[in-house]
């Protein structure tokens, strides 16, 4: 039984690897390296376009930030299978201090510096405030991820089973919406780049060793006939 623990957990960590280099890998590549787009950058190179703008093609750009939260939700939730108890309180920490460095606005930043140096009021940029509140969500979940240790071991397979599906299937669709935009843009043909393809590997193995886990779960409870 160890041993499946042990190659599940290394499947596992394998995929979020996967995930990670192909979510700051191109997913827009193209032969000139300042027309590559990495998965990472897609939020921000979507609100460009006049499309977007004007409301023509509807782009919610928190969508693309949803792979890099539920990297760091599922390795909190790995740690959290640790027989370790430090490992298991401290990963979390790590994890939310990291989504924050990663994905908190710059201009929110700048805001609140310039607010304790001037000592004025905190204003709030519009922009911004789906990605506040993605932020916010995120560390929270984070942060309750030694609790799911209590749950039964087929609902924790179901959690993340759904945490996957959350990730990258949003992302993937936003993603679906802004690429004929960007082939009209740069006027001829553009492939898939690598760093696509290897983020939505990493979530297909991860979806299948949740879905295998799920399903053992549910036949170890089943009582012998």
């Not at 979510?23 to 990472?40: E, I, M, N």
């Not at 690429?179 to 979806?207: H, K, M, S, T």
Request: with cysteine.
């Amino acid at each position: 039984m160890s041993t499946i623990r042990n190659s599940q957990f290394a499947i596992r960590l394998l995929s979020l690897v996967l995930v990670i280099a192909g979510y700051f890998g191109p997913w827009v590549d193209h032969k000139t390296a300042a027309l590559t787009v990495t998965g990472f950058e897609l939020a921000e190179f979507a609100k460009f376009f006049p499309e977007v703008q004007g409301g023509m093609v509807c782009i919610t750009r928190e969508l693309f930030y949803l792979p890099l939260v539920t990297v760091f939700i599922l390795l909190a939730l790995l740690a959290g299978r640790s027989t370790a108890r430090p490992t298991r309180l401290i990963m979390p920490l790590f994890a939310a201090a990291l989504l924050l460095v990663a994905l908190l606005p710059y201009s929110i930043v700048n805001v609140v510096r310039q607010a304790l140096i001037t000592r004025s009021p905190l204003t709030s940029d519009p922009r911004y405030k789906g990605q506040l509140a993605l932020v916010f969500v995120g560390m929270v979940l984070i942060l309750l991820t030694p609790l799911a240790r209590r749950l039964p071991r087929r609902i924790q397979s179901i959690l993340v089973v759904l945490l996957v599906l959350a990730g990258a299937i949003p992302a993937l669709w936003q993603f679906a919406l802004l690429r004929p935009l960007v082939v009209a843009l740069y006027d001829e043909p553009i492939g898939l780049g690598w760093g696509l393809i290897a983020c939505a590997a990493g979530f297909a193995l991860f979806l299948l060793s949740g879905v295998l886990a799920a399903a053992g779960s549910g036949r170890s409870v089943q009582p012998s006939p």
